[in-house]
Every structure is written in C-alpha cells, then in structure tokens.
C-alpha cells in the first residue's frame, strides 16, 4: 500500500531565506507526483505536477524534485514571502490513477 | 471558466439527519473525485468517476455513503444518516483525464458538522 510522507510537519522561517520541503513514498511504481498549496479554510492549488519519467520541474521560485527509485521529492522555494504561508502537500497518483496525499507541511514565513 | 463548484460551502446538521453535496466539474473534464479531509486522517479519496462511471469506491468508508453522478456536469455525495465522526471537510475535484497524469483541479470544499 503507497504511503506519503511528508517531513517536516511544520516549518516557520524568516522572510526571504530558502527552504525545502521533503516528501517520500514507499512505492515507486507512480504515474506522477504533484505538489499542492492549501491556503486555511480553502481549496487545494496544484503547484507543480513532476512526471514519473522527470527529474524536476520549475515555477518561478518554485523547484520541484523527483528521485523515484529513492521514493523521495524535494520542494524548494526561493527567497520565501510572507505570502507563502501555507500547508504544502505532496502526492503521488498510483498504478490505479489514484491521487495520494501526504499529512502535509505547514509554513509559516515571519515578515 | 468558474472552476468546480461545490454547495453548499458549509453544513451544520444534526446526528440522524441526510446530507447532500454537490459538485459541479470543470466542463470538458471526464474524470471526478470526490475527497474527505480530517485533522486525523487528512486527504483520503473516497470515490472517483470516468466518464460518469463510478471506477473507485474503495475510499467509501461505510454504506452510509453514496455517491452519484447522472451526468458530466453534476455529482453528489450522500450520507444517510450522518453520524458526528462523519464532520470533515468533503472536496470534490475534477480532472481532464487521459493517461492518470493530468492534474486535478479542487473545489473549494464543504466544511460539514454534524452535531
């Protein structure tokens, strides 16, 4: 059974340093993997969609990782804003289609 | 485009009582899922549809849901009767699925609490 993991659970740090998010899998077999934004008490934002054949994708400040045979992915954002405060999810959609999420990361960017 | 549309946006009812709610896909998408997010379990899929067909219920956690979707631009989750464990919030999304590798596109949610 794929499990997503997402490391760390929370995050707080101060405007304009760069961090990663880390999100790990237990089962390579993925058709993609997509990283989500989760603003409180809305929807979820796809951020970036990585393919299993991909090593990274990019969107402005945002860099996207995927090592599959190590079942791990990176988020790297750039220069981080307070408008970046969020909870970031990891998922990865399986060999049935489906999407499966990790707990997430919270961040918190301080001005 | 208005994005998926879901109704309502929050629910307040009793233990006992039937809720209903609506999702409304992205036209000219084929694919739609419905999910339940808690602080305990966060995102889980609870069912998903091709081209209107059910192709997933495995997520339905009790017979106490059920899902439909009579057409490509509607789909409602049921639950009957609704049970205070069942409060979450239920986001539906929808996806221009060919190959499992598109994105999907979520809607804003329904926050649901049942007393």
């Known amino acids: 059974k794929q499990e997503v993991t997402q490391i760390p659970a929370a995050l707080s740090v101060p405007e304009g340093e760069n961090l990663v998010l880390n999100c790990s899998f237990t089962?390579?077999?993925?058709?993609?993997l997509q990283w989500f934004r989760q603003d409180p008490g809305k929807g979820l934002t796809s951020l970036l969609l990585?393919?299993?054949?991909?090593r990274e994708q990019t969107s402005g400040r945002l860099n996207a990782s995927l090592d599959k045979s190590s079942g791990r992915s990176t988020l790297y954002i750039a220069a981080s804003q307070p408008g970046d405060s969020a909870t970031y999810l990891c998922?990865?959609?399986?060999?049935?289609?489906?999407?499966?999420f990790g707990q997430g990361t919270t961040l918190q960017v301080k001005p | 485009d208005a994005g998926v549309i879901q109704s309502p946006r929050h629910e307040v009812t009793e233990m006992g009582q039937e809720v209903t709610l609506r999702c409304k896909p992205i036209s000219g998408h084929n694919s739609l899922f419905w999910y339940r997010q808690t602080m305990m379990r966060g995102l889980e899929l609870l069912i998903y549809f091709n081209n209107n067909v059910p192709i997933d219920d495995s997520g339905m956690p009790e017979d106490r849901f059920s899902a439909k979707m009579p057409n490509a631009s509607f789909s409602t989750l049921k639950i009957q009767p609704s049970e205070p464990r069942d409060s979450a919030v239920y986001f539906c999304a929808s996806s221009p699925w060919t190959s499992g590798s598109e994105t999907q596109y979520f809607g804003p949610g329904t926050r649901l609490l049942v007393l």
């Open positions: 990585i393919q299993s054949s991909q």
């Open positions: 089962d390579s077999a993925i058709y993609n």
């Open positions: 998922a990865v959609v399986d060999g049935t289609g489906k999407l499966i």
